[in-house]
């Protein structure tokens, strides 16, 4: 009886709890929109109506709330109140739905009215309040009567609620080409038909029909509904490549894709082809059975884009009709595949430089513009090499936009994008000061592939546009100075094989070429075409040209600071830092494009290179071109070693950090003309906070903080204005006002931002196994392997159960004394790279490691784990450090001695022996100091340290340890921590 009566109440009490939560369910609404499906989102919960807060407000929880009013699926997800701020609770505040939930409170939150957030923070939604659309009733798939899909039902849509813009983009989004016209359809007489209640307002270049804007139509007359027609196609693909921007061309027509069969098809429809697929250019035309037949069906056709000055638009066909394609007429390309980038107002390989964001073209800056990226983008566009920038006023009308992005291309790159680019602080630019150039054209088919530069590398000749090899058993000088000849790379220095594994693939262009040296170019020479001649016989050859001389700037974060390299008669080499001064440091900064130099750096400050010394003694007077101008010591004449290479800081070097933070969280500090200095917030979106996270590799989550709780700054204010897109993955890509270091009005202006999921970072949680034992500490998980002793070698790290090297990408000093201090081993030396120290095996864990050089522990920094093969055992990091700085390390490493921080002469027995007893009695003093001091604290109500080991993490400085002439180790700490306790 008893189990009755308990089971009879819990049944009550659920229903009793059923009935109160369908009484009080919640509900969801938009309100000030221009429509009901766009609008301020409220949430009536708890009988109150209130609103949500924007943290992490994306497009997911925005397709939530529209599938849950009924509304279709999301357009934009809006943050910062844009219809207006409500009233009432922040019920909900960073929502993090998939996108596959039945309701917004279903979604992952921190929990009802968990949180205040004022009301200029709440989020908005732009639905498309419907889910679909299409033609009727029409002659083919791309004609008839338009239907809106609203929820589960069909809708007609009347005529007088689209013009020709919005047929336009209907006709783009059913890919059935352009809009032909907008008819009157039939009569409308049925009674029982749902029509469409809003009329739109397209521009005509929307992707989607929901992204025009609507007005709501109270009228429920309707005479006609809309009848769209077509041109009749869908749009064109590459079918069968190795890519996207390869293979057959296929056709979209009447719902059927089929390959399009042209006899006119020739290179110049084929180069507009791949520009209307955002493909690039046209490289060739392969013929044969080149990525196959297809499905059988042919669409027999003539495609032609319109020409508007040097723009293609409307690229269309004449369907003939659906037969069989006659041999050789089956339309293939292979485009080069990198896209935003053009040359206008003159030939297909002259004119201005116009690059594209987003959907928008627009011109470059002439003094952001450079031979190098000329010379990229000229390769880019199947155009040659950079003849001239110095075109004068040529190709300047226009009234595009000035884009300020500068590109610092090595010179072989293959596209533009692939090169660094900074637009970050640039000034602007007038509308007739911009970039052009005059490239050598198609008629110039040689290049050299795969080399330092353009002037070096892997011989390739394009004839009838496709690109071969070069092919020969006897390649000499004679033949290799034509080459440079024509490539206007100077004379030839060397002419070589290639080894077989950096031999091509592919066609052969030409055989057994036999040049007398004086030709002007390559095909004037005797010589065999491949067609003629079995491939595989000779070898693939090489040339390095007396122009193919190259600089860089190794082992510092960035580009513009780093060890000083040289590229010269094919193998790099160092600069020797004897009389190495401002002077000579200027020639590089202002060559690299860096501006000019804040500091001459010598003694292998940014790591010792390795390889050949190139140049000694260089005096330059400030004012060369280039460094090889300057005098010095004949190439490759020294007395120098390696611990001497030469390196430079320049004024254009740019680093970002969190200060005052975790390092992922802080006020937004960027290193600019040698100095740290504030952000400024005005007009800084939260997505311009994702960006800056991303970069610090902080997670794709970030916040700018409105309460100024990580301090004020003290140095230059450098930039304002910050704008970034959603395409910017480096806060150096974003526009801004030009540097100046009273950017802000005041303080106040400063920028803090938390990043929130710092993905990719190390965190000692994440080193969990342990090579020795089941639990370890952070030093024990890392180790030096293949120098001297333990305080200089290959880095290792233990994770997943197996030791592993770290990538050298970005490995510098910074990295290196964190690795230092955690092994007990002092400073960096220098921050080594390419397997100094031998290639280790096994995994390599990281890379891109971006310390500060303030971390405790290697896990603290920021890094990447690699995930792909960006890197391989003879890129592992490694160090030499300066010496112990912990006696307990003195026992651990007597087999292998090692310099102390004052001497490098080994410590004798006695002088050992001193140091522990000196370190015992201080630790003594110590432990009574802290328990004197502990007593004074409880008596003040003050929190006290519970250990020593807490109080000496978080107070010493290593600094002023490292000060501590005449002390190792822990006897300078124990000094060190007495002084501060009696104090």
């Known amino acids: 009886m008893a189990m009755k009566g308990c089971l009879s109440a819990l049944v009550l009490w659920l229903l009793l709890l059923t009935v109160q939560v369908s009484l009080g369910d919640d509900e969801l609404k938009l309100i000030n929109g221009t429509g009901p499906c766009s609008g301020r989102v409220e949430i009536k919960h708890e009988d109150q109506w209130g609103t949500v807060c924007d943290g992490d407000w994306n497009r997911e929880d925005a397709e939530v709330v529209c599938k849950q009013v009924g509304c279709g699926s999301a357009v934009q997800a809006l ?58 009733g029409g002659d083919t798939a791309c004609s008839g009567h ?147 037949r297809g499905n059988g069906s042919f669409w027999n056709g003539t495609f032609s884009c319109k020409k508007n000055g040097s723009y293609s638009r409307d690229c269309s066909v004449s369907i003939l009709d659906q037969n069989e394609c006659p041999a050789g007429n089956v339309a293939r390309v292979m485009c080069s595949g990198c896209p935003g980038g053009r040359l206008v107002n003159g030939t297909a390989c002259s004119g201005r430089v116009e690059i594209r964001h987003g959907d928008t073209w627009g011109r470059l800056c002439r003094s952001h513009w450079n031979l190098q990226a000329a010379n990229v983008l000229c390769y880019q566009l199947n155009c040659g090499y950079a003849k001239s920038i110095q075109t004068g006023d040529s190709f300047v009308d226009g009234n595009e936009p000035v884009w300020r992005d500068a590109f610092h291309c090595e010179g072989t790159e293959s596209c533009l994008w692939d090169c660094a680019q900074v637009t970050l602080g640039n000034p602007t630019c007038s509308a007739k000061e911009v ?79 036999q040049c007398d040296g004086n030709e002007t170019q390559l095909v004037l020479c005797k010589t065999s075409h491949s067609q003629a001649l079995s491939a595989g016989i000779a070898e693939d050859v090489g040339v390095i040209c007396s122009e193919s001389r190259q600089i860089r700037l190794v082992n510092g974060t960035k580009r513009c600071a780093g060890r000083v390299e040289l590229y010269h008669d094919g193998i790099w080499g160092t600069v020797c830092d004897d009389n190495w001064d401002l002077s000579d440091a200027n020639v590089i900064c202002r060559q690299l494009g860096c501006g000019y130099a804040i500091k001459a750096l010598g003694s292998a400050h940014y790591g010792k290179g390795s390889g050949q010394i190139w140049l000694d003694d260089v005096n330059c007077t400030g004012s060369e071109s280039n460094i090889w101008q300057c005098p010095s010591r004949a190439w490759g004449h020294h007395n120098c070693q390696h611990k001497e290479d030469a390196g430079v800081l320049c004024s254009e070097f740019l680093a970002l950090r969190l200060v005052n933070g975790n390092g992922c969280a802080g006020r937004l500090e960027v290193f600019y003309n040698g100095t740290w200095g504030s952000i400024c917030s005005n007009r800084m979106s939260q997505l311009t906070a994702v960006t800056v996270c991303k970069h610090l590799n902080c997670g794709d989550v970030g916040e700018i903080e409105r309460d100024f709780k990580y301090g004020r700054g003290s140095g230059p204010t450098w930039l304002d204005h910050i704008e970034c897109t959603e395409q910017h993955s480096s806060l150096w890509q974003c526009q801004s006002d030009p540097w100046n270091p009273q950017s802000c009005d005041n303080r106040a202006e400063e920028t803090h931002i938390s990043c929130i999921g710092r993905k990719g970072t190390m965190t000692p949680a994440t080193f969990t196994e342990c090579p020795n034992s089941t639990s370890c500490s952070d030093k024990e998980k890392l180790r030096v392997v293949g120098g001297e002793d333990a305080c200089s070698g ?22 290196a004394n964190v690795v230092c201090r955690q092994l007990g081993c002092g400073s960096a030396v220098s921050a080594l790279s390419e397997a100094a120290f031998g290639e280790g095996t096994g995994p390599i864990w990281l890379e891109k490691v971006h310390c500060k050089g303030t971390e405790l522990s290697l896990w603290d920094c920021p890094s990447k784990p690699l995930l792909g093969k960006n890197c391989d055992h003879k890129e592992d990091a490694a160090v030499d450090c300066s010496g112990v700085t912990e006696t307990t390390a003195a026992s651990t490493r007597a087999a292998s001695p090692r310099r102390s921080v004052t001497n490098n002469t080994r410590a004798s027995a006695p002088v050992i022996l001193c140091i522990i007893l000196g370190a015992l009695l201080c630790l003594v003093l110590a432990i009574l100091a802290g328990q004197i001091q502990r007593a004074r604290a409880q008596h003040r109500g003050v929190r006290s340290y519970d250990s020593f080991n807490e109080v000496v993490y978080e107070e010493i400085d290593y600094k002023l340890l490292k000060e501590q002439q005449g002390m190792s180790g822990l006897s300078g700490m124990c000094v060190l921590f007495s002084s501060r306790e009696t104090n």
């Open 435 to 513: 970039a052009t150039v005059v490239c050598s054209g198609l008629a110039e088919s040689l290049r050299l592939s795969d080399g330092q530069s353009r002037c070096d590398g892997r011989v390739e000749i394009s004839l009838d546009g496709t690109w071969g090899r070069v092919l020969d058993d006897d390649w000499n000088i004679k033949d290799a100075h034509v080459v440079c000849r024509q490539l206007q790379c100077g004379i030839a220095k060397r002419a070589y094989y290639l080894p077989r594994s950096e031999r091509g693939i592919g066609p052969v262009g030409l055989r057994s070429v």
């Open 146 to 292: 338009l239907k809106i899909k609203q929820e589960e039902t069909w809708t007609t849509v009347c005529y007088s609620y689209i013009d020709f813009n919005a047929a336009s983009v209907i006709c783009s989004e059913l890919r059935c080409g352009q809009a032909v016209d907008v008819l009157r359809g039939a009569h409308f007489r049925g009674t029982h038909e749902l029509i469409w209640q809003e009329k739109f307002h397209c521009v005509g270049n929307e992707t989607h029909l929901a992204h025009c804007p609507r007005t709501l139509q109270h009228s429920k007359v309707c005479s006609h509904d809309a009848y769209v027609l077509c041109s009749g196609y869908g749009g064109y693909r590459l079918s069968n490549g190795s890519s996207t921007c390869s293979g057959r061309v296929e056709l979209l027509h009447g719902g059927s894709w089929g390959t399009l069969c042209d006899y006119l098809w020739n290179f110049p429809a084929a180069n507009d082809l791949c520009q209307h697929l955002d493909c690039g250019v046209a490289l060739s035309i392969p013929d044969g059975q080149s990525y196959g």
């Open 79 to 136: 943050s910062r109140a844009p219809f207006g701020e409500g009233s009432g609770p922040t019920w909900l505040y960073r929502v993090e739905c998939r996108g596959n939930e039945t309701a917004l409170w279903n979604c992952p939150h921190t929990g009802w009215d968990g949180f205040t957030c004022p009301h200029y923070f709440d989020v908005g939604v732009i639905c498309s309040g419907f889910s679909g659309l299409h033609l009727s």
């Open 794 to 815: 290959r880095v290792e790290i233990w994770h997943q159960g197996s030791w592993g090297t770290i990538c050298d990408d970005s490995w510098d000093v910074a990295d």
